[in-house]
Nanobody, 121 residues
């Protein structure tokens, strides 16, 4: 069993900041990559940022220069620092990870339950 738990969502004014964290737990052999997706009402789920096991980040064009993703391999945690937030950043943010479980040979993608981020004045 593997699960991802997010924290840090909430309400913030435009221009403000939030830090989202996600911790993976369970029968984990190796986490190859972790990241964040978001889904706004009426929109498709989209990649926000991801980071590989060797620390290479990838960002959506809409968040480059404002968001910073990081991970702590020892704690199986990924975080994203979101600065200069805009109303269009409002969405449910989902933690995502590509993980090999200790009791499985193949790896697969796991998802958190999501955390709401609302940017409004």
């Amino acid at each position: 069993q593997v699960q991802l738990v997010e924290s840090g969502g909430g309400l913030v004014q435009p221009g403000g900041s939030l830090r989202l964290s996600c911790t993976a737990s369970g029968t984990i052999f190796r986490i190859y990559a972790m990241g964040w997706y978001r889904q706004a009402p009426g929109s498709q789920r989209e990649l926000v940022a991801s980071i590989t096991s060797d620390g290479n980040p990838n960002y959506a064009d809409s968040v480059k220069g404002r968001f910073t993703i990081s991970r702590d391999n020892a704690k199986n945690t990924v975080a994203v620092e979101m600065n200069s937030l805009k109303p269009e950043d409002t969405a449910v943010y989902y933690c995502n990870a590509f993980i090999r479980s200790t009791n499985l040979v193949a790896s697969r993608v796991y998802w958190g339950q999501g955390t709401q981020v609302t940017v409004s004045s």
